[in-house]
């Protein structure tokens, strides 16, 4: 009974971002080692199931390996410099081999329906075309790179074509000359470009391992981008399998994208648990901060209305009506988690009097102790000094020892000032605390 009770928490919890994510466009890149893995059909499964839910998907594969297992069977070394592959004839014709079979052994997973089976019904419509105008490297400091090169264009317009159709589109990293010549390509170069030039909503990398990852060794969940910029900066000798993830990410965000996901695709469901839970798996790159502190606007009653219910059911809270709050909404502070409001705060300020109060300060149960309440009374009282309010005064009934560690003093309710005694409500009891703002 208890899985069968976290499962419906878990399906409710992930309801939002079902609604959200329908219809919008997602890019997700992997590199060949993916498609070799054991686990690659479990990848497979996931990708028909972000299908089934109406989000518009786009795949972009990886060959690396692929090439080099071919060219070992011919008796060629790979060559590279400067970690780019050189793509002399041999290897130009392994391109085109490796491109093939990938594509085509996505495309028969894709196309599975066996009953009991993950797949089972799917469906999945798989189009693929040669939607990338390529250019050569070229040579570069005395080296020829052959037919190594780089995204000239995407043709978008074919690609929202088929997305319009249903379909998932399947891209190769090969491009095209308008000569008809073949170019191989970094696959996440080709992902980058396919999400910008179809101004995607998401676009999604799965690396090798986990990226980046902080000193201690543990995963850097959500970074801005100038956050990655200076990441790169302290560390020059991140292996190519974390620093092209990560400089790719800054590239989209920088062109528009949103938010870009590093996941390590060795980990079973990391897609799944990044685009459909609270606080995901893997690495979040964005332009702007994942997790905000900010005045509250008329978007935001819901959300506020959400949080606090529960907490004004238990007696936590005075209760307070959605009209109360809509009229004071320019009262309240919030913090917002990936479109979550997660906590929350009103300054009702008196100018004339120079003397404000702290209400409705709450924080998700998902959430609480990681010391976002004490950002939000500490952002409070911010607010009140540039208000130039002399004094504070809260009302308490389950958390007055908060206060007291704060630097709030204990006060008679008799001593509250006229205007604030319609606060108090002499049926809950509440516990009165003032502090002098500085």
């Known amino acids: 009974m208890i899985l069968k009770n976290e499962f419906v928490h878990w399906f409710r919890s992930s309801s939002p971002y079902i609604h959200a994510h329908r219809n919008k466009t997602f890019v997700i890149g992997f590199g060949g080692e993916a498609v070799l893995a054991d686990d690659f059909n479990h990848h497979v499964h996931d990708f028909a199931l972000l299908n089934s839910l109406g989000i518009r998907l786009v795949l972009v594969h990886g060959i690396r390996p692929q090439i080099d297992q071919r060219l070992r069977l011919l008796g060629c070394v790979p060559k590279f410099h400067n970690n780019l592959r050189i793509t002399d004839e041999p290897a130009l014709q392994c391109v085109k081999e490796a491109a093939g079979l990938v594509r085509v052994e996505i495309e028969a997973l894709l196309s599975l329906g066996l009953a009991n089976s993950p797949m089972a019904g799917a469906k999945v419509k798989v189009a693929s075309g040669n939607f990338v105008t390529a250019k050569p490297q070229g040579i570069i400091a005395g080296v020829d790179y052959g037919n190594t090169g780089e995204v000239r264009r995407i043709d978008s317009t074919a690609i929202h074509q088929l997305l319009d159709h249903d379909n998932v589109v399947l891209i190769s990293p090969i491009g095209y000359s308008p000569t008809g010549e ?159 409001i997660i906590g929350c705060v009103a300054l009702h300020a008196n100018l ?36 130039h309010l002399q004094r504070l005064y809260v009302l308490s009934t389950q958390t007055s020892h908060w206060f007291l560690e704060r630097g709030f003093t204990a006060m008679d309710a008799d001593g509250l000032p006229e205007p604030l005694k319609d606060l108090y409500r002499p049926e809950r009891k509440s516990k009165v605390f003032y502090k002098n703002i500085d």
Do not use: W
């Open 182 to 340: 073949v170019f191989n390509l970094s696959y996440e170069q080709v992902a980058t470009s396919v999400a910008i030039a179809l101004k995607a909503e998401k676009l999604v990398l799965l690396t090798e391992q986990d990226c980046p990852v902080s000193e201690p060794g543990g995963e850097i969940p959500q970074m801005t981008t100038a956050e990655a910029c200076t990441f790169l900066e302290q560390h020059p000798d991140l292996p190519e399998s974390t620093s092209r993830p990560l400089k790719a990410a800054i590239q989209s965000c920088e062109a528009g994208i949103d938010r870009v996901h590093l996941l390590n695709r060795t980990r079973d469901g990391a897609l799944l648990l990044e685009l459909f839970t609270r606080d995901g798996e893997g690495t979040l790159i964005s332009s702007t901060p994942y997790e905000e502190l900010r005045p509250a606007t008329l978007n935001d009653i819901g959300g506020i209305i959400e949080l606090i219910k529960p907490l004004e059911q238990e007696g936590t809270l005075a209760k307070r009506g959605r009209e109360k709050i809509e009229m004071e909404i320019t009262d309240y502070l919030v913090i917002e988690r990936d479109g979550l």
């Open 352 to 387: 004339l009097r120079k003397i404000g109060a702290i209400a409705c300060l709450a924080v998700h149960p998902d959430y609480r102790r990681s010391a976002r309440g004490g950002r939000l009374l500490d952002y409070a009282q911010r607010r009140a000094k540039q208000l």
